[in-house]
């Protein structure tokens, strides 16, 4: 059944559409803090902030290669608009940052090294970990080919992992090239035909039985010798690959960006695994994915790759590229399994307390005055003045300070300043607090250095 406006109740309306889901100030505090944590690493190191647009023409994806045949075809959203074009909202930005490189790339500095963190829509069916509406970094190089390029990506991928604080048990990355994949079948296997059908049913061998994966297999054309390789191809063993690193380019690549890893330390966190071949057809060379190792949720968390040809679809100019992309979702139930969430402080450093009617500007007077000093202030704005009713306000809001202000306090240009986690409290002068913050802040400042 079709929707429309008769179907409509006010009960409707307050849920978000299907697949979205909406992010009161608590949830949305977890996300923004994922988002702090993609952010800090892509700066540090040094990739630069950009972002596209929410909508594209719909060729942008349908064109060959562009985007996956799951996406183009079947998870599009797409709408003609007032103008006749056809238009659809992003599904991912692997193509926009693409068609905005194509279209400056005789100018732009090269090598570029791109970050963005944005939301995407796809229309799938809602499960754990997926969801229609979705948040996904993006970080892409653009304009070197070298191996060097692929292995900073998934140093990044750790060093991200590092900073939300997990540790090499709980996940793992791994690694594949699709020239390789390519090449395996092909010269080894002796398939020429129905190599990116062929490649879809390995990328998706996990969701099926071996029957299943069997049968679609054989569907294409392939003999028994063949089909018996490919469902055993993700335990094939990486000395295997290192017996072609002459005659395949694919396997000079990827043994190349193993041994790199490797020597960084990583061996604990990369392995090799042959079935891994990424959905997008874009994909030319190296190819990752992380996965979580957790029991409960033993899944892809999110991957990346090199697609030296889709920049080439765009501007006529082929420019070598490499990225990654993680959700926010998968990265959040990682999170959650793993209990990996700081503890629950308050963006709000002090909450300043009102007596009553006539002391309200004289409440924004003090905190103004905190926000000059670089704390983050709310004033209370409810309707009752009751102290206790403020201070219990404070505590539902995890507001770690409170600076009370009452009559007495004002005729003696003090205040209370309280700790609400320990319950301490002194009064004093706005001038004494602000020389013990920047007291503070120096032997911080000493310490660092």
């Not at 007596?355 to 924004?364: F, I, M, Q, R, T």
Request: contains cysteine; proline residues 3%; glycine residues 8%.
């Amino acid at each position: 059944m079709r929707y429309n406006e008769s179907m409509s109740s006010k009960t409707d309306l307050l849920k978000p559409y299907r697949g979205t889901r909406d992010y009161y100030p608590n949830d949305f505090k977890k996300l923004s803090y994922i988002f702090s944590i993609w952010r800090e690493a892509c700066i540090a190191f040094g990739y630069e902030e950009y972002l596209g647009p929410l909508v594209e023409y719909k060729e942008l994806y349908t064109q060959k290669q562009a985007s996956g045949d799951e996406i183009s075809n079947k998870q599009l959203y797409w709408f003609v608009d007032q103008g006749g074009r056809e238009i659809a909202i992003r599904p991912e930005m692997t193509p926009t940052v693409s068609r905005m490189v194509g279209a400056k790339i005789e100018s732009l500095p090269k090598p570029v090294r791109w970050f963005s963190i944005a939301n995407f829509m796809r229309y799938e069916r809602p499960q754990k970990g997926r969801s229609r509406e979705f948040f996904q970094l993006n970080v892409d190089s653009f304009g070197v080919r070298s191996t060097l390029v692929d292995a900073e990506l998934v140093e990044l991928a750790i060093f991200i992992m590092d900073l939300f604080g997990a540790t090499e048990e709980m996940y793992e990355i791994r690694l594949n090239n699709r020239k390789w994949f390519n090449y395996y079948v092909r010269e080894v296997l002796g398939v020429e035909s129905n190599l990116q059908p062929i490649a879809r049913v390995i990328d998706n061998i996990e969701k099926f039985s071996e029957d299943e994966n069997r049968q679609k297999l054989e569907s294409l054309g392939l003999d028994k010798s063949a089909v018996d390789a490919l469902l055993n191809i993700a335990g094939q063993d990486l000395n295997e690959v290192r017996k072609f690193g002459d005659k395949s380019e694919g396997a000079k690549e990827l043994i190349e960006l193993i041994d790199l890893l490797n020597s960084r330390g990583y061996y604990n966190v990369v392995r090799y695994d042959g079935s891994l071949v990424r959905g997008f057809d874009y994909y030319t060379g190296n190819v990752f994915e992380q996965f979580d190792k957790h029991k409960d949720n033993n899944r892809s968390m999110f991957g990346g790759g090199r697609y030296d040809k889709l920049v080439g679809l765009y501007s006529g100019k082929d420019v070598p590229a490499s990225g990654l992309a993680p959700g926010g979702d998968t990265t959040q139930l990682f999170l959650d399994n793993w209990n990996l969430w700081p503890e629950d402080v308050s963006s709000i450093d002090v909450l300043v307390t009102v007596a009553g009617k006539e002391y309200v500007e004289d409440s924004w007077d003090l905190a103004s005055a905190l926000r000059d000093i670089g704390l983050n202030v709310e004033t209370y704005m409810g309707e009752s003045f009751n102290l206790s009713k403020q201070l219990d306000y404070a505590n539902k809001k995890n507001i770690a300070m409170v600076a009370i202000l009452g009559q007495e306090e004002i005729e003696r240009g003090t205040f209370i300043w309280k700790n609400m986690n320990s319950g301490r409290q002194q009064e004093i002068p706005l001038e004494d607090l602000i020389k013990d913050l920047l007291s503070e802040e120096e032997h911080a400042h000493e310490e660092q250095a």
